[in-house]
């Protein structure tokens, strides 16, 4: 059976600039099937370097711990999601194919650095920081969000200035860890108690911490954090707005030739409407761009 739950999110989001919408839905692993693969596009075959043209296939680096973006399929083995749909057709432009392997989140940016992937597809926020080690393609952008325990659970009004005081799950390398790690110096500078931050090796354990209470609430990206409250049978619920959207971005070596083809890859994904159905396929489609760059970090 289909699942198409719609989680609506707390008040005060509809309108939001930071917010972007008002509801998501997700789906199951089980009832979502790929599209034909688009076509290739010679122009933008002949752009990839021949190193990696010669060898046919793309190695890319996920953590697979973030439904629907990317987690594992009903097999309990195979990559499914967002991000391994539009990795496989952005390689089909290319005249390749894409194998995604599992990797811990923070190896993602070194290991992809140090060319031991081709790419890094794993709701990666394109940073300034980031960028010093990586080029990064951008391709979808999300704020992020709080969920908690929807008993007992901590109420966010006005954001991470909520957490001084209480305890926070984070999963390791994230944005999140460092919004809250910088809300905690925040905290103290202002005489405030500091938060306490538990940090969790990926996103189910973040999930997983938050249920037994260690971390009054946990941080991850709106999706994800929207698709975990319907996966929960009423364990969770989303607290507070999301807040600083940001690009995701295609992780690629500096300077090896990449950046180019898969730039030019999406915009052909985005003019033929595989971009679009690969989104709503996986209820994301609010979170679409319409002008991916290379590096196009905003903070």
Known sequence: MVLALVVALAAGCGGSKKAGRTTTTAATASTVTAS???????????????AIKSKGILIVASNPHYAPNEFIGSDAKTIVGMDPDLGKALA????????????????????????????????????????KNVDFVTYFKSGTMFFTNTTGGLVIQKGLA??????????SGT??????????AKCKSAGKSPIKIFVYPNQSAVALGVKKGRGQVGIADYPVAAYLVVKSNGQFKLTGT???VAPYG?????????????????????TNGSYKAILTRWYVLADAITNPKINGAIS
Do not use: W
């Open 92 to 131: 089909a432009v290319m005249g390749l194919k894409a194998k995604f392997v599992s990797a811990s989140f923070n190896s993602i940016i070194p290991s992809v650095s140090a060319g031991k992937f081709n790419l890094g597809m794993s709701s990666i926020t394109d940073t300034r920081q980031r960028e």
């Open 250 to 270: 295609i992780a690629i070596q500096k300077g090896n030739g990449m950046a180019k083809p898969v730039l030019d890859a999406l915009k052909v994904l985005m």
């Open 162 to 171: 909520d957490l001084c005081g209480h305890s926070v799950a984070v999963a």
């Open 36 to 50: 034909t693969a688009p076509a290739v596009d010679t122009k933008i075959a002949a752009e990839v370097p021949a």
């Open 242 to 244: 999301p807040y600083n």
């Open 175 to 184: 944005t999140g860890q460092a919004d809250a790690t910088n809300q905690s």
